[in-house]
Nanobody, 121 residues
Framework: QVQLVESGGGLVQAGGSLRLSCAAS????????MGWFRQAPGKEREFVAA????????YYADSVKGRFTISRDNAKNTVYLQMNSLKPEDTAVYYC??????????????WGQGTQVTVSS
């Protein structure tokens, strides 16, 4: 059974940093794409960042480009989202997702439960 478990969310002041983790288990993810999405109150879930577990190019939403970095640790089966220069508009529940196809859409097969990130002004 595939499990994606996010952690690392919390409350931070504007300009601060957080690192989210997504621990993946239940299958071999080497051929999978991993994505981060977020959903703010009253808004639709939106793409944040994605990459292939095997490495290569990374992809970011324009709103986070230059501030967020997606990476992975193969030994720990964990994907990270390093978030710097956080803004109040980054406040949302952040979700990790996995799928065989790398895409910026919401069509990922597997999703985590989400972790809350709150940025105060």
């Amino acid at each position: 059974q595939v499990q994606l478990v996010e952690s690392g969310g919390g409350l931070v002041q504007a300009g601060g940093s957080l690192r989210l983790s997504c621990a993946a288990s239940g299958r071999t993810f080497s051929s999978y794409a991993m994505g981060w999405f977020r959903q703010a109150p009253g808004k639709e879930r939106e793409f944040v960042a994605a990459m292939r577990w095997s490495g290569g190019s990374t992809y970011y939403a324009d709103s986070v480009k230059g501030r967020f970095t997606i990476s992975r640790d193969n030994a720990k089966n964990t994907v990270y989202l390093q978030m710097n220069s956080l803004k109040p508009e980054d406040t949302a529940v952040y979700y990790c997702a996995a799928d065989r196809i790398l895409t910026t859409t919401l069509t990922y097969d597997y999703w985590g439960q989400g972790t809350q990130v709150t940025v105060s002004s």
